[in-house]
């Protein structure tokens, strides 16, 4: 079974997570999970081969931003927003108010 790699809240920095929402597919995908919630990789439209969208989703992941469960062939993405709370507390209601004005 793979183990994906998930930043303990300590150990995730602001620096990765605005870099991590500094492109506008990324913040796409985040703003996506953050309306509906938990989904498959498979169910996100993004404008980018499926290669890219990967590396988008490693990079939000590795960042701390979302957790990747994988299930069966699916890899459910979900956002992380009580530990980006708990870590930055405010941080992610105001990146997702503003995606969303």
Same mark, same amino acid.
């Given at each position: &079974?793979?183990?994906?790699? @998930? ?5 995730? @920095? ?7 929402? +500094?492109?506008?597919?990324? &913040? +796409?995908? %985040?703003?996506? #999970? *953050? ?7 498979? +169910?996100?439209?993004?404008? #980018?081969?499926?290669?890219?969208? +990967?590396? @988008? ?10 957790? %990747? ?5 699916? @890899? ?15 941080? &992610?209601? *105001? %990146? ?6």
């Amino acid at each position: &079974m793979k183990i994906l790699f @998930h930043p303990a809240v300590d150990d995730i @920095h602001l620096c990765s997570v605005l870099y991590a929402l +500094s492109d506008p597919v990324r &913040m +796409s995908l %985040v703003s996506k #999970v *953050a309306q509906h919630g938990a989904q498959p990789c498979s +169910s996100f439209e993004l404008p #980018v081969a499926k290669s890219t969208a +990967s590396h @988008h989703i490693r990079t939000l992941r590795e960042a701390g931003v979302v957790r %990747v469960q994988i299930q069966g062939t699916q @890899h459910i993405v979900d956002l992380r927003k009580d530990d980006l709370e708990k870590r930055f507390p405010g941080l &992610m209601d *105001a %990146v997702l108010n503003a995606v969303t004005v």
